[in-house]
């Protein structure tokens, strides 16, 4: 089997939305899909954005109970750190796991106080993505070219300095840096959940190389996003662009960096791919186009190296 660790998809979104079941959704990811992967670790983003502060706190609480209950009803691990991590893939090894989840929370303009960090935290997020589009109440978007607020470098600053691992994916250039320069203040890990490559394709959504260049001396990793409008003019994706953008991100960030955020059941797919199964015959192609070692280091090995050491 091919080991996978995937640093950013919908999945908890798109169940609670549709009210489906982990273990057979419809959607690009599912329990019975991902069989074809073990050990298999997924970042499952929680996606809060709402009209309202309010309202996005009662949606990530309805959407991460249905997804604690489908994790426990199917086996799964809710990863909250580095020995969970561990024990998560070497039970999977022995069939008492299908799966080690972690979670994020995709805009986190509702977290405006210290009380709701804590709440997220010891609810089991370990990964924010302090906005996603435009501005919210902690800073810019990449539709915006505002940096972090006051607030936003406030709670930032007192989530890296409680354990969290803080996500450029989604951010503005000013707030990038701005995030980046709290991790770099505070030592605590930041990672490029699902970001592409302006060298390969300009959009606001991809880092330049400037970007790419710091989180890589933060320690930090990047994961190859599968949405086509981050890709391709118009969307018009498929594998040979898929790969183009992996190499391009090779070439600046290094081999050890660089590692899968798909963006499963947050996006449309390029053409040519389906759902998770799709990421089977990609290490095939990506094994020829570099090395077995290099497609086995995307695929898995360097997220799950660097997040034991971003784990607590």
Known sequence: MIPLFDTHCDAPHYLYKHNKSLKDSTGHVSLEKAEIFSPYIQVAAIWCTCADSSTALESFRATINKFDNECRSNGCDLVRDRIGLIASAERQATGDSSAGFIYCIEDCGFITNLDILSEVYDRGVRILIPMWGKTNALGGSHESEEGLTCLGRDILTEAAKM????????????????????????????????????????????????????????????????????????????????????ESLISLAGEDNVCFGCDLDGTDLPKGFGDITSLEPLHAELSKKFSPLTADKIYFKNAYQKFQQFLK
Request: aromatic share 6%.
């Open 163 to 246: 354990g969290f691992i803080l996500d450029i994916s989604h951010a503005s250039v000013r707030s990038s840096y701005d995030i980046m320069d709290i991790a770099e203040k505070t030592r605590c890990p930041v990672i490029a959940s699902h970001s592409n490559s302006q060298e390969f394709f300009k959009h606001s959504r991809n880092l330049n190389k400037e970007q790419i260049e710091r989180l890589v001396s933060l320690n930090g990793i990047i994961g190859h996003s599968l949405c086509p409008w981050h890709l391709a003019e118009n969307g018009e994706a498929d594998l040979s662009t898929v790969i183009g953008n992996i």
